[in-house]
T-cell receptor, first 117, second 114 residues
Framework: AQKITQTQPGMFVQEKEAVTLDCTYD???????LFWYKQPSSGEMIFLIY??????QNATEGRYSLNFQKARKSANLVISASQLGDSAMYFC??????????????FGAGTRLAVHP | DAGVTQSPTHLIKTRGQQVTLRCSPK?????VSWYQQALGQGPQFIFQ???????QRGNFPDRFSGHQFPNYSSELNVNALLLGDSALYLC?????????????FGEGSWLTVV
């Protein structure tokens, strides 16, 4: 069964420093997609970055980059130059392809990031 | 460009009652999925709608039902509410339904069952 594992329940980082949030996944499908979402206390799930299994280069979106190591089945999120507004819950998710070509997202348990001034 | 919108934002219901949550997908998206997120957990897939039909369903009882309208908006209905149904309900829209990296969520509907 497909699974996402986030082993860090909570992380602390100093403002302006970089932080890495870990994510490992398990799947037997050759084609899959990996997502990172940010969820502030308001509840909205904010899309950050996407990596496809066939993408040759690691994805980057502004201060967010994805350290994709396919052989190790890891897709860690790197946030550079942390800001106070980055304090939130972060979820790693994998797109599972279902019958008929439809899909769903499988989420990890999340990592709560706290940015300190 | 409007993103995914959900209503209501917060609601409180009594055990045994029924609730309807609503979602309008992002412009250009035609597939809607619903997720339940219990406190302290990651979201769990409930079901997905495309072309006004339920296409896939997660491990949720029949008390959870839905509908998609011709304008792609969707409703989630939960009957005979239980205390355990208290959660954040998230709507996600995407296009196409089978893949891609365009999966966006709304702000969610916080449901409290008392």
């Amino acid at each position: 069964a497909q699974k996402i594992t986030q082993t860090q329940p909570g992380m602390f980082v100093q403002e302006k420093e970089a932080v890495t949030l870990d994510c490992t996944y398990d799947t037997s499908d050759p084609s899959y997609g990996l997502f990172w979402y940010k969820q502030p206390s308001s509840g909205e799930m904010i899309f950050l970055i996407y990596q496809g299994s066939y993408d040759q280069q690691n994805a980057t979106e502004g201060r967010y980059s994805l350290n994709f190591q396919k052989a190790r089945k890891s897709a860690n999120l790197v946030i550079s130059a942390s800001q106070l507004g980055d304090s939130a819950m972060y979820f790693c998710a994998m797109r599972e392809t279902l019958s008929g070509g439809y899909n769903k997202l499988i989420f990890g348990a999340g990592t709560r990031l706290a940015v300190h001034p | 460009d409007a993103g995914v919108t959900q209503s209501p934002t917060h609601l409180i219901k009594t055990r045994g009652q029924q609730v309807t949550l609503r979602c309008s997908p992002k412009s250009g998206h035609d597939t809607v999925s619903w997720y339940q997120q219990a406190l302290g957990q990651g979201p769990q897939f409930i079901f997905q709608y495309y072309e006004e039909e339920e296409r896939q369903r997660g491990n949720f009882p029949d008390r959870f039902s839905g509908h998609q309208f011709p304008n792609y908006s969707s409703e989630l209905n939960v009957n005979a509410l239980l205390l355990g149904d208290s959660a954040l309900y998230l709507c996600a829209s995407s296009r196409p339904p089978g893949g891609g990296n365009t999966i966006y969520f709304g702000e969610g509907s916080w449901l409290t069952v008392v």
